[in-house]
């Protein structure tokens, strides 16, 4: 598979069929299950990290959670699913992974691999709160502009 699909989710379509992939799974779904297998490395992981990063992980989770779910009955925009799927795929398990690979003695509380770990998760969780407003901003405009479709078809 080439890492488009792999992005995507697609199923590539043997070659010279002409046909084109389709996704497996509803976005939903894959992202739930991303989800969870990065709950899974997060629970394997909290031994080793700070109280604070840990915190910090399950608040993410916390707040990604009720988006996918949210985003089952409101699809979003192709943009903000590339952004879930990257936060779940790399964002956060990429530097938990690096910070992971710390000697033990750069992987103790305050010590600045834990540091920068929290902040790299600090912003990661305002940006999440930020692409979760802009979703549900998204589906009030969605409302917004069928309303006046409403008023103009009917109070004419």
Request: net charge negative; proline share 6%.
């Amino acid at each position: 598979m080439s890492w488009i699909s792999n992005l995507f989710g697609l199923d590539e379509a043997p070659v010279g069929t002409g046909a084109i992939p389709v996704p497996t799974k509803p976005f939903h779904e894959r992202s739930e299950e991303q989800l969870n297998i990065l709950t899974q490395f997060v629970k394997n992981s909290s031994r080793e990290v700070s109280a604070d990063v840990y915190s910090r992980l399950r608040s993410m989770d916390d707040l990604i959670r009720p988006l996918i779910k949210y985003i089952a009955s409101n699809p979003v925009v192709i943009e903000k699913e590339i952004a879930i799927e990257s936060l779940l795929t790399d964002y956060i398990p990429t530097p938990l992974g690096i910070y992971l690979q710390l000697p033990e003695s750069e992987r103790t509380d305050g010590s600045a691999g834990d540091l920068v770990l929290i902040s790299q998760y600090d912003t990661l969780e305002r940006s999440i709160i930020e692409l979760g407003k802009g979703i549900y901003k998204d589906s009030l405009s969605a409302l917004q502009t069928h309303a006046i479709f409403i008023d103009t078809k009917f109070n004419d």
